[in-house]
T-cell receptor, first 110, second 112 residues
Framework: ELKVEQNPLFLSMQEGKNYTIYCNYS?????LYWYRQDPGKSLESLFV?????AVKQEGRLMASLDTKARLSTLHITAAVHDLSATYFC??????????FGTGTRLQVFP | DAMVIQNPRYQVTQFGKPVTLSCSQT?????MYWYQQKSSQAPKLLFH???????NEADTPDNFQSRRPNTSFCFLDIRSPGLGDAAMYLC???????????FGPGTRLLVL
């Protein structure tokens, strides 16, 4: 059974600081997604990582994938308040479904 | 703009009273998904349609049913809602099973 775990579950960080969210998964998969969810809202697609070593960047967020280690990271550079949200990674299972991670709730304070 | 639309955005029902949630899409995607998300938890896949083929998750309760009358619409029927079914219900679509899923705004269900 594919399991997807994220850490930390909660992250409170100061504006301007850097931090990394980790996503580990238990079985082989070559496709990993990162989503953002604001409180009470739906999920917004951030990145899709398609192969080992893939790196994608958008603004202050950068995601990477290491399929051999079954690990993806979401790095936050110089955090700002607007980044406060819950971030989910999701791993493809059986080429037709996504299994979501536990989520990381990020709060950025001044 | 192409999008995924869910109606209603908020639904209040009584314990045991059937309820139907609606999802429509203008993306012309082949796959439509229904997720249940409870507070502070990850979305949990209930079932999905790939064109007209229905795929139920093994642990989805029988209380939950779905219909997809055409490409654009998909419905989630909860036959006898219990208090434990209160949650956000998210509809998502993708062009193909292995491609990015696009989520609707969700329907928040409250069961009294």
């Amino acid at each position: 059974e594919l399991k997807v775990e994220q850490n930390p579950l909660f992250l409170s960080m100061q504006e301007g600081k850097n931090y990394t969210i980790y996503c580990n998964y238990s079985t082989t998969s070559d496709r990993l997604y990162w989503y953002r969810q604001d409180p009470g809202k739906s999920l917004e697609s951030l990145f899709v990582l398609l192969s080992n070593g893939a790196v994608k960047q958008e603004g202050r967020l950068m995601a990477s994938l290491d399929t051999k280690a079954r690990l993806s990271t979401l790095h936050i550079t110089a955090a700002v308040h607007d980044l406060s949200a819950t971030y989910f990674c999701a791993v493809e299972r059986n080429t037709d479904k996504l299994i979501f991670g536990t989520g990381t709730r990020l709060q950025v304070f001044p | 703009d192409a999008m995924v639309i869910q109606n209603p955005r908020y639904q209040v029902t009584q314990f045991g009273k059937p309820v139907t949630l609606s999802c429509s899409q203008t993306l012309n995607h082949n796959v439509m998904y229904w997720y249940q998300q409870k507070s502070s938890q990850a979305p949990k896949l209930l079932f999905h349609y790939y064109d007209k083929d229905f795929n139920n998750e093994a642990d989805t309760p029988d209380n939950f049913q779905s219909r997809r009358p055409n490409t654009s619409f998909c419905f989630l029927d909860i036959r006898s809602p219990g208090l434990g079914d209160a949650a956000m219900y998210l509809c998502a679509t993708s062009r193909a099973p292995i491609e990015t899923q696009y989520f609707g705004p969700g329907t928040r269900l409250l069961v009294l």
